[in-house]
């Protein structure tokens, strides 16, 4: 007879036979970057960790503070919507695997219909020329005969956080990555803008997101030189006019920050990433693209948009904002991925490489609500080739 001392070595050595087998190990990549891919990665680090058992810490203090914490080898990988000018580690590797509209939210709460804002408009009003809804300028934009993309779309089906089936409707995308235009709706549009002045809130960190919407100020409008100066990481050192003397400009760092202000105050206007719109419940304006139509930020406006511009060696995205592209959502963007090439501890780069793979192949068509595009084509191409060298 056994023993009661050994009976229990036998229960406990019986039970840990019959226990599920644990991972070999549970990681932690630390990251920072960009407010721009915050939405997104929130919502799929989630199933990343019910996947893999890792877990993705990801603070989002903005483009510049992710460049400037990757730089210094303070984290596994980062999150910037814009490249380096100075300061790039000999070890980068971009990753071009985020990309999504960059909206124009307002808060109008008498205004029931979406608004459509042309370059120069936009122009005007973050530079501080126009200060009041009822502009003759705006006023134009919202008066006249408009032309509208309807895109293709399907549904499919996808697993919840929950491991339950959902269907989502996702853009149709041709193999070059483009979205399918299924038809047009042209109407003749009359929006009566109220007698309210305008609160502009920009961002007051160094943003990639303010980078892209001023580098498409200058670039949009070239031919009127509503925006003469270049696209800046910081807001106000770009603006034609110096906004900090400007009773009606109201700055805070982050998207999350500046679309909580709109929110706040009646007559506000703003621009961050598309889902923080969406979360605030704000109304966002359609933009007149080179191609002469209005468009809403959407996740297939920025796929046809981003399919014609150029994809450097590197992994750069540079957009073509005089190009007439069909579709086209002109403020949409790339974020990108940063990684380290070599020098680093070799299960971490695995764990960034699997990370950077699942938000590319898994993520965008999972969370359409959250307007990122789902990246094919020749960019899916170099996102990949760019993740194959984090060695």
């Known amino acids: ?60 203090g903005g ?9 210094l080898g303070l984290v596994d990988f980062a999150g910037s919507d814009a490249a380096y000018t100075i300061g790039a580690p000999a070890n ?23 608004i459509y804002l042309t370059p120069s408009t936009v122009a005007q009003i973050f530079s501080g020329f126009i200060t009041n809804w009822n502009d003759k300028a705006i006023a134009a934009d919202n008066e006249r005969v408009v032309k509208t993309p309807v895109f293709q779309t399907k549904t499919v089906t996808v697993k919840d956080k929950n491991k339950k089936s959902v269907k989502k409707t996702v ?5 070059a ?18 007698n309210q002045g305008i609160t502009v809130w920009y961002r007051t960190d160094s943003s990639g997101t303010s980078e892209n919407f001023t580098r498409w100020l200058k670039g949009s409008n070239l031919a009127n030189a509503n925006w003469p100066k270049a696209g800046n990481t910081t807001f106000s050192n770009s603006t034609p006019t110096g906004i900090t003397s400007l009773f009606n400009f109201q700055g805070a760092s ?51 948009f981003l399919g014609g511009g150029t994809i450097a060696e590197n992994g750069i995205v540079t957009p073509d904002y005089v190009k007439s592209i069909p579709g086209a959502y002109s403020l949409g963007t790339t974020s990108y991925g940063l990684a380290y090439s070599s020098g680093k501890d070799a299960t971490t780069q695995k764990l960034v490489a699997d990370w950077f793979t699942y938000i590319l192949d898994k993520c965008p ?3 359409p609500e959250k307007g990122f595009a789902q990246i094919t084509g020749p960019m899916y191409d170099k996102a990949k080739a760019q993740i194959a060298l984090i060695k």
């Open 1 to 60: 007879m056994l023993s009661r001392k050994k009976l229990a070595v036998v229960v406990i050595a019986t039970s840990a036979l019959l226990a599920p087998a644990s991972p070999a190990f549970a990681a932690q990549l630390n990251a920072s970057g960009a407010t721009f891919a915050q939405p997104l990665i929130d919502a799929c680090k989630v199933d990343f960790n019910k996947d893999t058992t890792h877990t993705i810490n990801y603070t989002a």
């Open 63 to 71: 483009s510049g503070k992710g460049r400037t914490d990757f730089s």
């Open 92 to 114: 980068l590797v971009y990753a071009p695997i985020y990309a999504a509209p960059i909206a124009v939210m307002y808060n109008l709460p008498t205004v029931k219909d979406s």
């Open 171 to 175: 853009p149709v995308l041709d193999k």
């Open 177 to 194: 990555g483009k979205p399918v235009v299924k038809s047009y709706v042209t109407k003749t549009v009359n929006i009566d803008l109220p």
């Open 254 to 304: 982050g998207s999350a920050a500046v679309a909580a202000g709109v929110a706040g105050k009646v007559g506000s206007i703003s621009y961050s990433e598309l889902s923080f719109a969406t979360d605030n419940k704000l109304p966002v304006a359609n933009i007149l693209n080179a191609a002469g139509e209005f468009v809403a930020p959407s996740a297939a406006g920025t796929s046809a």
């Open 365 to 367: 068509n999972k969370y």
